[in-house]
């Protein structure tokens, strides 16, 4: 698959947001009200990025000890492109875990850098079915209606993201491309 490089930037964005997230709580944790709603109010862009960096770690962690050491192997196998060994880790965490919405999101990942488009949306809607805040799920439902050319939806998807966390590198830059793109002007 051949990216623009509108689409090539979007993809970096949504990468950068899904894999270069911390490696260690889930989706249930009560700190995640207050950190959400320091997010959506937060006007210091460094600010934002640590309250971000610490809903990754909170969505990251399981109780469960086995569960917990095959998000690690997945994590480090798909940093080093190993993603075969990073599917079937994620894949035996959705298995033991089905209410872990990032053992989900991290699979849909996956199956994107696969080019599994479709089971990646798949993943993704288990995803926010579980955490609907999950701006990482909702940027990459972005980009893979973005890589279809489905540029209506893709900006849908991102501004959803951005209703979460308002501070998402490049995120509406990109929108303002796909609604231009939506309305048959070029980028």
Same mark, same amino acid.
């Given at each position: 698959? $051949?990216?623009?490089?509108?689409?090539?930037?979007?993809?970096?964005?949504?990468?950068?947001?899904?894999?270069?997230?911390?490696?260690?709580?889930?989706?249930?944790?009560? !700190?995640?009200?207050?950190?959400?709603?320091?997010?959506?109010?937060?006007?210091?862009?460094?600010?934002?990025?640590?309250?971000?960096? &610490?809903?990754?770690?909170?969505?990251?962690?399981?109780?469960?000890?086995?569960?917990?050491?095959?998000?690690? $192997?997945?994590?480090?196998?798909?940093? /080093?492109?190993?993603?075969?060994?990073?599917?079937?880790?994620?894949?035996? *965490? *959705? @298995?033991? +875990?089905?209410?872990?919405?990032?053992?989900?999101?991290?699979?849909?990942?996956?199956?994107?850098?696969?080019? =599994?488009? &479709?089971?990646?949306?798949? &993943?993704?809607?288990?995803?926010?079915?579980?955490?609907?805040?999950?701006? @990482?799920?909702?940027?990459?439902?972005?980009?893979?209606?973005?890589?279809?050319?489905?540029?209506?939806? +893709?900006?849908?998807?991102?501004? !959803?993201?951005? @209703?979460?966390?308002?501070?998402?590198? @490049?995120?509406?830059? =990109?929108? !303002?491309?796909?609604?231009? /793109?939506?309305?048959?002007?070029?980028?």
């Amino acid at each position: 698959m $051949i990216l623009s490089t509108s689409r090539l930037s979007a993809a970096l964005l949504a990468a950068a947001l899904l894999i270069a997230s911390p490696a260690v709580a889930d989706q249930r944790d009560e !700190k995640l009200p207050t950190l959400f709603s320091k997010l959506a109010s937060s006007t210091d862009l460094s600010v934002a990025n640590k309250l971000a960096s &610490d809903i990754w770690s909170v969505w990251l962690h399981h109780d469960d000890a086995e569960v917990a050491r095959f998000m690690t $192997i997945g994590i480090s196998a798909m940093n /080093q492109r190993n993603l075969e060994v990073a599917y079937n880790a994620f894949d035996h *965490v *959705v @298995g033991m +875990a089905p209410d872990f919405a990032e053992g989900w999101n991290k699979r849909a990942t996956v199956n994107f850098m696969l080019d =599994r488009v &479709d089971a990646s949306m798949r &993943d993704i809607e288990r995803t926010l079915a579980l955490e609907p805040r999950h701006f @990482g799920a909702l940027s990459g439902m972005g980009l893979i209606f973005d890589t279809i050319g489905n540029p209506g939806a +893709a900006a849908d998807a991102w501004e !959803k993201a951005l @209703g979460v966390h308002p501070h998402i590198q @490049g995120a509406r830059k =990109r929108i !303002k491309d796909l609604r231009r /793109q939506q309305r048959g002007r070029p980028i």
